[in-house]
């Protein structure tokens, strides 16, 4: 089994900041790419920010300047620190992990139950 639990959200005010965390547990033998993914209310889950074991990252053109990501690989965590929040940021914001099992050959996607941010104008 394998876990991924997000912390950090919460309500913020336009122009703020807030940090996400997710840490994934469990039967984990190797994690390659992770992520941050948003949906809001009535929209489709978009990618926001993504992460290489290495420390290669990417952004959404939306969030690219305001959000940064990153991971630790020791504690098999990763973040999104969140700044110049704008009202359209809200979301339930969830984590993403591809990870490789024990006694398993493929690497998985696992997702984190979600976190809600809401930034009020």
């Known amino acids: 089994q394998v876990q991924l639990v997000e912390s950090g959200g919460g309500l913020v005010q336009a122009g703020g900041s807030l940090t996400l965390s997710c840490v994934a547990s469990g039967s984990i033998f190797d994690i390659n790419d992770m992520s941050w993914h948003r949906q809001a209310p009535g929209k489709q889950r978009e990618l926001v920010a993504a992460?290489?074991?290495?420390?290669?990252?990417n952004y959404a053109d939306s969030v690219k300047g305001r959000f940064t990501i990153s991971r630790d690989n020791t504690n098999n965590k990763i973040y999104l620190h969140l700044s110049s929040l704008k009202p359209e940021d809200t979301a339930v914001y969830y984590c993403?992990?591809?990870?490789?099992?024990?006694?398993?050959?493929?690497?998985?996607?696992?997702w984190g139950q979600g976190t809600q941010v809401t930034v009020s104008s």
């Open positions: 993403n992990a591809d990870v490789r099992r024990y006694n398993r050959n493929m690497y998985l996607p696992y």
């Open positions: 992460i290489s074991k290495g420390g290669s990252a």
